[in-house]
């Protein structure tokens, strides 16, 4: 089973999440409920790919502190300072 932990400040996202993996071997995990550790750093700052790497480096910061191997386990991040133009 390939486990994919959540960070979301949403726990309606991370149920959405939980609800379209349901008929796969996936499992979903919110960071939080894993690790009862803080979700995070999101910084409001205006430049997009500035904003995604320093959260990516944040996130991944803490699922490094958190998580002593990542086989068949990954991590993903909900941010909804994300535009994406139909």
């Not at 486990?3 to 996202?13: H, N």
């Not at 409920?33 to 904003?51: H, S, V």
Request: a negative charge; aromatic letters at 14%.
């Amino acid at each position: 089973m390939l486990e994919i932990v959540f960070f979301t400040s949403s726990p309606i996202k991370l149920t959405h999440a939980i609800y379209l993996c349901r008929d796969y071997d996936v499992l979903i995990t919110g960071f939080r409920e894993k690790t009862f550790g803080a979700n995070y750093i999101e910084p409001r700052i205006y430049d997009r790919a500035q904003l995604i790497e320093e959260s990516y480096q944040d996130a991944l910061q803490r699922w490094q502190k958190a998580t002593s191997t990542s086989k068949n386990r990954l991590f993903f991040i909900e941010d909804t300072s994300v535009t994406i133009e139909a």
